[in-house]
């Protein structure tokens, strides 16, 4: 229900439509055609800034991926500034190949934000993923 309101907020300053809203370490991140991202900014980032002051979060906005062959961008455009050495996509799931600590701040204390990325990855790709 929390989600329907973030997404009726973003509609209602962006006039974007989209159904994606996602949560990944404390950010929340609305997912749009790659064509509509500057419309979803705002001129000087405006608009993210007024969700940010209204929900007292982080916002971004990220592309939508096309398939599983736009999963290493979407992937690093939602653990920015975090950065992984590869990524290797099989038929199994997607597997990020990172130092020790990159891999530590991908899997995140309690491993919380593994388990959103696993979440994030499976909704989008129906894949499995994993982290070395």
């Known amino acids: 229900m929390q989600d329907m309101r973030y997404l009726n907020l973003f509609e209602r300053i962006t006039r974007i439509t989209t159904?994606?809203?996602?949560?990944?370490?404390?950010?929340?991140?609305?997912?749009?055609?790659?064509?509509?991202?500057?419309?979803?900014?705002?001129?000087?980032?405006?608009?993210?800034?007024?969700?940010?002051?209204?929900?007292?979060?982080?916002?971004?906005?990220?592309?939508?991926?096309n398939g599983v062959e736009d999963a290493k961008v979407f992937i690093q455009?939602?653990?920015?500034?975090?950065?992984?050495?590869?990524?290797?996509?099989?038929?199994?799931?997607?597997?990020?190949?990172?130092?020790a600590q990159n891999k530590a701040a991908l899997i995140g204390r309690n491993k919380r934000r593994l388990l959103e990325m696993q979440k994030i990855v499976k909704d989008f790709f129906n894949l499995e993923y994993k982290v070395q």
């Open 77 to 99: 455009s939602i653990i920015s500034p975090v950065t992984f050495k590869e990524i290797e996509i099989t038929d199994e799931g997607i597997i990020v190949t990172a130092g």
């Open 19 to 65: 159904r994606y809203c996602v949560k990944y370490n404390d950010t929340l991140m609305f997912c749009v055609p790659k064509l509509m991202i500057s419309k979803a900014l705002g001129k000087n980032n405006e608009n993210l800034k007024k969700m940010s002051d209204i929900l007292k979060k982080r916002i971004r906005v990220v592309a939508i991926p």
